[in-house]
């Protein structure tokens, strides 16, 4: 096929990795800006090589007007979460978008791969609106823990180093490393509520702390020098006692301040 078909081919795919990709992002950030735990812990996404596609089109005796229709994985998105638990939580989430049709599940958690691979795959329906109109695409949403994703990306490099032929002691070693992924994940989830409480404490604090310095910020245009930095000083202080319901005292008498500023401002104006 020459390198322009190619290209035109795998421009909608590209079009759907990156809309994805912001629409997962945004997730994210909605959900820490309302001082909320994400079970998204990070996304990333790629569109297929040539070279891979060639590989799979080789190996499953695919023709070429057959690739769309039977490779599902020619747009990929990777959701990475902190636990276990997250992984349904994702799927939810998914499966309640107007945006994404999901039309295939793998749970390659319950049943791991013979290789020891683990992660819950979905294949959705995506619609791509281009100069020739709206197109539907598969893309391949693969989710997984952090532990999970670490095992499956030393694993993929070592099966592309030995081909197929994975030398016996490293596929043993690989299969201990994917018991010990599986243990690891285990003793997490039952730490869970923990590590989730701190972060959670985490992002609030930064929250705040992000909201007040942004009121600062807004009273230099309106307030004298001298009073913002006595503002200021204050801050630093309530800061250092490290409590966030002193900083959430101090956003509020700050916010009361601004106001004041903004009713002047108004009064000015006039
Ligand atoms: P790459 O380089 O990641 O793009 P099937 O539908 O079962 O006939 P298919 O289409 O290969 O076969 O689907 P499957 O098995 O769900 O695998 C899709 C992707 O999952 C793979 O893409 C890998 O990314 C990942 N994967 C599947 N099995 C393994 C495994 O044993 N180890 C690792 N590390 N990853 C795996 P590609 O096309 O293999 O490659």
């Known amino acids: 096929m020459e390198i322009q078909l190619w290209k035109d081919l795998l421009e909608p795919y590209h079009i759907a990795v990156e809309e994805l990709l912001i629409k997962f992002q945004y997730l994210i950030r909605e959900y820490r800006g309302k001082g909320m735990y994400s079970p998204i812990e990070e996304v990333n996404g790629r569109v297929k090589k040539i070279s891979s596609i060639l590989e799979k089109m080789h190996k499953k005796k695919i023709e070429f007007e057959d690739i769309e229709n039977k490779i599902d994985d020619l747009a990929g998105i990777r959701i990475i979460c902190q636990f276990v638990e997250d992984i349904d939580s994702v799927v939810n989430i998914i499966k309640n978008r107007s945006d994404m049709e999901i039309i295939k599940e793998k749970d390659y958690l319950n049943n791991p791969k013979k290789s020891g691979y683990r992660s819950y795959h979905l294949i959705i329906k995506y619609n791509v609106i281009t100069l020739n109109g709206t197109k539907s695409i598969n893309v391949e949403i693969q989710?997984?823990?952090?532990?999970?994703?670490?095992?499956?990306t030393i694993e993929h490099s070592l099966q592309y180093k030995y081909k197929h032929n994975m030398p016996l002691h490293i596929r043993e070693r690989l299969n201990g490393a994917a018991a010990a992924v599986i243990?690891?994940?285990?003793?997490?989830?039952?730490v869970r509520d923990e590590i989730m409480d701190s972060q959670n404490s985490f992002q609030i604090k930064a929250q705040v702390v992000a909201e007040i310095l942004n009121t600062i910020q807004n009273l230099y245009s309106a307030a004298n020098k001298r009073e913002i930095i006595k503002i200021q000083d204050e801050f630093y202080k309530v800061y250092k006692t490290g409590e966030v319901d002193e900083l959430e005292k101090f956003g509020k008498e700050l916010d009361i301040i601004a106001e004041g500023y903004m009713a002047q401002g108004l009064e000015n104006n006039e």
């Open 143 to 152: 989710i997984r823990t952090l532990a999970m994703n670490f095992w499956a």
């Open 183 to 190: 243990a690891l994940d285990k003793e997490m989830s039952s």
